[in-house]
């Protein structure tokens, strides 16, 4: 008895031995193992983060704010962790220049995210398409086709019809109240929709249901969806209807879309009433296969749903903040509508484009407005294809990598006073928004970069030389308080709609 009770203890220290044995083989190989993926790396800055959620509790409504305040503890380049994510948000023209143009071919991706998958037809749009022979056609589709000088410029009879309208309407409100907002809105809605699909979409029965369906589509498009980011918390987008929302919106738009496209293959009499638009020029590449260009029906739509998504609020919030400082800062208005007013007081009132490259203060007020209220504060992610040195600090490969725009634009150490709205800083400066100058990037740089900046531009400059030549403008009785809260979204409007009285001018 005796023996086998020695013999079970030796047979249980032996296995206790064992396992010590292995845990300590497994602890080591671990431990070497982290050691080798992270230890060796020196990585930037890092917020704490909490379990599960990380820093995704610390953006708030308006992450720009958030991070710019962040940045301020921690340094131009900091590792987030939005859920699983690690994400490096940079805030100095330094470190953008280091991943939009040293390292722009590394950060040359988007991350993947399952609402844009879902609304554009499984990434086949231009601004989240994969980095890769695919994207490398239609981006050369939209800087050669559909968003060239010369393009736009064979546009500029729509600009001029809209701007036109709306000078007719602020017109007709006398000495009320314009709302602003509304009408920049709409008229930047008419512009894209008459560029890109022919007609307003406003028209017809179905109009404003088309508009509440854009409004809806914008909003999810700029939504983060928590399953993205916390794998394991994907079931509340199922709970709450999220995803049934998303799949509404995809489902309604393309029925929206694959009528455009019918109507324009079934009936060539409105195609020559209307002149080229993207969907006949895209339809024209469809097919012909001509330049060698691989994209089917769905690219289609997917590239005219871009164009909506980047060019409608983009563009009007330029011109809502663009008249908001106007308004704030009386003495620039003057100087601006002296400038206009002096250029076109030989002329019946119509101000031409040839004009328009006259008026230089008109260009500094735009930029201004652009580092001030940067539309798209944080641009659009990036994601690292290989590991990466950024600033002296290891990116590993998969990181999402954010830009604060608007933050670049407000550092002291780039800008004299940054916090005060003066267009004449940009007078005797050559600083641009073309992607060159990396402490003013409201439109991004390197491959990546917006190629709609012609687009944009166009439509701002003569829309706001319109509206301060042809009227005086003030706060009106009712509209007294100017309230600068923003919005939150992917473009940063006003969270209240601008209203101002405009008097007209004789
Ligand atoms: C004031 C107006 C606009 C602003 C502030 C703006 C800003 C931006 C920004 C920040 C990016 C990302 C750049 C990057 O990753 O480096 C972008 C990309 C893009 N924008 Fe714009 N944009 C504007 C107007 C437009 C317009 C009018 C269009 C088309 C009609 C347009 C089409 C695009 C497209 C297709 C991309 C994706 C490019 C790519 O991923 O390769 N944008 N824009």
């Known amino acids: 008895m005796s023996k086998i009770l020695q013999k079970m203890d030796e047979i249980l220290l032996n296995a206790f031995v064992f396992q010590a044995l292995i845990s300590l083989i497994l602890l080591i190989f671990i431990t070497k193992w982290l050691r080798k993926s992270t230890g060796n790396k020196k990585l930037p800055p890092s917020p704490r983060k909490l379990p599960i959620l990380g820093n995704l509790h610390q953006l708030g409504s308006l992450p720009h704010h958030n991070l710019h305040s962040m940045a301020k503890k921690h340094g131009p380049i900091m590792l987030l962790h939005f859920g699983s994510v690690p994400t490096v948000v940079v805030s100095s023209a330094a470190a953008a220049r280091e991943i939009m143009k040293t390292n722009d071919l590394i950060f040359s991706d988007r991350p993947d995210s399952s609402v844009n998958r879902r ?184 590239i005219i749903l871009d164009v909506f998504a980047a060019g409608t609020d983009t563009t009007s919030t330029v011109l809502e903040w663009a008249m908001t400082e106007l308004l704030r800062h009386p003495i620039i208005l003057k100087k601006l509508q002296d400038e206009v007013r002096e250029v076109v007081k030989d002329k019946q009132n119509k101000i031409t484009e040839k004009d328009i490259e006259k008026m230089h203060y008109l260009k500094v007020v735009i930029k201004e407005t652009l580092r001030y209220h940067t539309p798209i504060p944080l641009l659009v992610p990036r994601i690292a294809r290989e590991d990466a040195k950024i600033m002296g600090y290891d990116v590993p490969v998969g990181t999402m990598m954010m830009t604060n725009a608007w933050a670049i634009g407000r550092d002291p150490d780039s800008w004299d006073e940054p916090e005060r709205f003066y267009p004449d800083r940009f007078l005797n400066s050559s600083i641009d928004f073309q992607g060159l100058d990396f402490e003013f990037i409201p439109f991004g740089a390197g491959r990546r970069g917006c190629p709609g900046i012609s687009f944009a531009m166009a439509t701002n400059e003569l829309v706001l030389a319109n509206l301060v030549q042809k009227f005086d403008w003030k706060l009106g009785d009712e509209c007294k308080e100017l309230d600068m809260s923003e919005r939150p979204g992917v473009a940063i409007r006003r969270a209240v709609p601008l209203l101002a009285v405009g008097t007209q001018y004789h």
Request: net charge negative; hydrophobic share 40%.
């Open 119 to 302: 609304l554009l037809y499984d990434n086949k749009d231009v601004s989240v398409a994969p980095y890769g022979e695919y994207w490398r056609q239609l981006k050369s589709i939209c800087v050669l086709q559909l968003l060239s000088n010369k393009r736009v410029q064979s546009f500029h009879e729509i600009r001029e019809e809209e701007t036109e309208i709306l000078m007719k309407r602020v017109g007709e409100e006398g000495s009320g109240c314009v709302n602003l907002s509304h009408m920049f809105t709409q008229l930047m809605n008419d512009v894209v929709c008459r560029s890109a699909i022919g007609r307003k979409c406003r028209e017809g029965e179905d109009g404003e249901k088309f508009l509440q369906l854009l409004r809806e589509f914008l909003e999810v498009l700029g939504t983060i969806s928590i399953g993205d980011f916390v794998p394991s918390l994907s079931w509340i987008n199922r709970i709450n209807g999220f995803d049934a929302r998303v799949e509404r919106i995809a489902r309604d738009m393309d029925e929206f879309l694959e009528g455009v496209i019918r109507e324009r293959l079934q009936n060539p009499a409105v195609k020559k009433k209307n002149g080229e638009n993207f969907v006949d020029i895209l339809l024209h590449i469809y097919q012909s296969n001509s330049v060698g260009v691989s994209i089917d029906r769905d690219s289609i739509k997917a």
